[in-house]
């Protein structure tokens, strides 16, 4: 008996000592290295980002995976677009019978959203002698029986709006009381007047601020703008104030926030002539891609696909939460430098311990993610094993902040992965409290997985104040926390490589 315990015991330090783990530091090594100021923020299109894809592909080729790119690669080369090259020529002049304001590109006025070309050097957009429409705060509340467009034909026409909403700061308004309505965000305005047919928006400071906040800034450093099927342009309220003092329109929105009745009318005489040259940049990116072959031959068709972005939003722009620090770099050290460092490092565990696996494991480090999930999408269409035979697909996205919890998302449309995961935060859930979510609905690479009817499960440890901000430093990873995710993940992967049938995938009613 003594004798039997000892020899249990003996065996399962062996086993221990032979059980190579995710290792923190070499995780944070990573993380420091592709969130290092020297990669710039890993914008889409940016020499930095090539060289985080190089780095990844590296550490697979270090730790024995084979490549899965195109042509005997570690690469999977396709276009992105990824800001904009501003030509010369564009003008915007605002006028009525008896004054004229021209207003000048990065000074004085600067387009939101553009209409897509590409060259810089022909117009992408030209528009002459448009009527101008008031439309107060190009607001379309319905529900709180507030219209701007009511009765009003702006089909073929120039609008003019306000920023915000009316009764802003009134705790009692019946638009929401003092919290915006998600209809005053510009992309709901502009979507509203696009919708009702206008060719042009043009957007000033409401009469509340004064101090206008316009983002001169943001385009000057990081032009790269919405889509937003017509040309929405931010004004200065400084230079359109005589017009509007001609036209009477801050009277109208005082009336306006008085009682909510719109005010919105044509005004006469008033025209805008507008000529944009601007060209999207295409660029190329790249996802990597390394392989580890199943170890039964007959599961080996099957694949898991286990996915991190590497890309981040580079000087910030239009993809940053802060766009008043555009230019500064946007370091993404937990988005998403810690769920690429996390499938480098779950690659390194597997490929020891690849006996555990007899189905394949596809590990891609994503390009693109940030500018729509374009690598995943491509990916998706280029699979190294079908999308029919990938039997799952783990996705990490923010996995660096644990303290000690991940949310995990994606099991309802696969209730069988419930055992799986179970079984796995037996063996790797150490030190983790694991909270379901549905699944991520778009947010993240998962998203062209289960839009292809694999079942995917998102890792996540959560939003915080430095998200998309150029304070998303490596100094703020939990490193240990890390470890935990990715240890929990990489047991996953080897719950559903074992499993003798696939998991499910059931629809669900969203
Ligand atoms: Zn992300
Ligand atoms: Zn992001």
């Known amino acids: 008996m003594r004798k039997l315990l000892l020899s249990v015991l003996?065996?399962?330090?062996?086993?221990?000592?032979?059980?190579?783990?995710?290792?923190?530091?070499?995780?944070?090594?990573?993380?420091?290295?592709?969130?290092?100021?020297?990669?710039?923020?890993?914008?889409?299109?940016?020499?930095?980002l090539d060289r985080a894809a190089d780095y990844i592909?590296?550490?697979?080729?270090?730790?024995?995976?084979?490549?899965?790119?195109?042509?005997?690669?570690?690469?999977?080369?396709?276009?992105?677009?990824?800001?904009?090259?501003?030509?010369?020529?564009?003008?915007?002049?605002?006028?009525?019978?008896?004054?004229?304001?021209?207003?000048?590109?990065?000074?004085?006025?600067?387009?939101?959203?553009?209409?897509?070309?590409?060259?810089?050097?022909?117009?992408?957009?030209?528009?002459?002698?448009?009527?101008?429409?008031?439309?107060?705060?190009?607001?379309?509340?319905?529900?709180?029986?507030?219209?701007?467009?009511?009765?009003?034909?702006?089909?073929g026409k120039a609008v003019l709006i306000f920023t915000h909403e009316p009764q802003e700061s009134d705790t009692n308004s019946k638009l929401n009381g003092s919290r915006p309505m998600p209809q005053t965000t510009l992309y709901q305005k502009a979507a509203v007047a696009h919708g009702l047919g206008a060719r042009l928006l043009i957007v000033v400071s409401d009469p509340s601020h004064r101090t206008d906040p316009g983002l001169f800034t943001m385009f000057n450093a990081v032009p790269d703008l919405d889509e937003a099927g017509m040309p929405v342009l931010r004004v200065r309220r400084n230079e359109m104030q005589p017009l509007l003092d001609a036209w009477g329109l801050d009277a109208l929105a005082t009336q306006i926030d008085r009682d909510l009745r719109p005010r919105s009318r044509l005004i006469k005489d008033a025209t805008v002539d507008y000529t944009e040259f601007l060209a999207h940049n295409r660029k190329t990116v790249r996802n990597v891609v390394g392989v580890i072959p199943g170890s039964d031959p007959a599961k080996a068709r099957e694949a898991i696909v286990i996915g991190a972005h590497y890309d981040h939003v580079g000087l910030g722009g239009r993809l940053s939460m802060t766009p008043e620090r555009a230019g500064e770099i946007h370091n993404g050290a937990d988005d998403n430098a810690s769920g690429t460092a996390s499938i480098i490092e779950i690659a390194r565990v597997a490929h020891e311990q690849r006996?555990?696996?007899?189905?394949?494991?596809?590990?891609?480090?994503?390009?693109?993610?940030?500018?729509?999930?374009?690598?995943?999408?491509?990916?998706?269409?280029?699979?190294?094993?079908?999308?029919?035979?990938?039997?799952?697909?783990?996705?990490?996205?923010?996995?660096?902040?644990?303290?000690?919890?991940?949310?995990?998302?994606?099991?309802?449309?696969s209730p069988s992965m419930e055992a799986d995961l179970k079984a796995a935060a037996q063996t790797g859930g150490e030190g983790l409290s694991i909270a379901r979510q549905g699944p991520g609905a778009g947010r993240s690479d998962d998203f062209n997985f289960l839009s292809h009817r694999v079942p995917a499960i998102n890792f996540f440890t959560g939003f915080h104040a430095d998200y998309h901000r150029p304070t998303d430093d490596w100094e703020k990873i939990d490193a240990p926390g890390t470890k935990r995710v990715a240890t929990l993940a990489l047991e996953l992967a080897a719950q559903i490589a074992e499993r003798p049938t696939r998991p499910e995938f059931v629809y669900r009613d969203r």
């Open 355 to 413: 006996a555990r696996f007899p189905r394949t494991l596809v590990f891609v480090a994503f390009a693109g993610e940030e500018r729509g999930l374009l690598g995943s999408a491509y990916y998706a269409d280029h699979p190294v094993i079908s999308m029919a035979n990938t039997v799952a697909m783990l996705n990490l996205d923010m996995v660096g902040r644990a303290r000690g919890a991940v949310d995990i998302s994606g099991l309802e449309v």
């Open 57 to 155: 592909a590296q550490q697979f080729k270090e730790i024995g995976l084979r490549p899965g790119g195109d042509d005997g690669t570690w690469f999977q080369p396709f276009q992105v677009v990824a800001g904009m090259t501003v030509g010369a020529g564009n003008s915007l002049v605002i006028s009525d019978m008896s004054k004229s304001v021209r207003l000048a590109l990065g000074s004085t006025y600067y387009p939101l959203s553009t209409v897509p070309n590409e060259s810089p050097d022909s117009p992408s957009d030209r528009e002459e002698r448009l009527p101008l429409v008031f439309a107060g705060y190009g607001l379309s509340a319905r529900d709180a029986n507030y219209d701007d467009y009511d009765g009003q034909d702006v089909s």
């Open 10 to 48: 003996l065996l399962a330090a062996t086993l221990r000592a032979a059980t190579p783990s995710v290792d923190a530091d070499r995780l944070l090594d990573h993380i420091k290295f592709l969130a290092s100021d020297d990669l710039k923020g890993r914008a889409a299109g940016s020499p930095e």
